[in-house]
Nanobody, 116 residues
Framework: QVQLVESGGGLVQPGGSLRLSCEAS????????VRWYRQAPGKLREWVAL????????TYADFVKGRFTISRDNAKDTAYLQMNSLKPEDTAVYYC?????????WGQGTQVTVSS
């Protein structure tokens, strides 16, 4: 059974940090490209960050560059998104996506709320 389970979301004050996790099972995680997306209320889902299978390449959306860091531990079939200097506009449901040779797998999402 294929599962991607995100965790680590929550309520944080502006300027704070959170680390999201995405644990995969039932897929060949280590050969997949990992992407994080987010979707704020009333808005379209938007891409946040990407990491290739071996971790050799990472790219970020301009609005998170310098604040967020994507990483992965293939031995644990887990991807991470470290989020620092959070802003209210980062409030959204965050989703991980694993693309394995064109087959896309999604987690259920984890809510991140940045508010004082």
């Amino acid at each position: 059974q294929v599962q991607l389970v995100e965790s680590g979301g929550g309520l944080v004050q502006p300027g704070g940090s959170l680390r999201l996790s995405c644990e995969a099972s039932g897929i060949r995680f280590r050969i997949g490209v990992v992407r994080w997306y987010r979707q704020a209320p009333g808005k379209l889902r938007e891409w946040v960050a990407l990491m290739t299978s071996a971790g050799s390449t990472t790219t970020y959306a301009d609005f998170v560059k310098g604040r967020f860091t994507i990483s992965r531990d293939n031995a644990k079939d887990t991807a991470y998104l470290q989020m620092n200097s959070l802003k209210p506009e980062d409030t959204a449901v965050y989703y991980c996506n694993v693309d394995i040779l064109g087959n896309n797998y999604w987690g259920q999402g984890t809510q991140v709320t940045v508010s004082s």
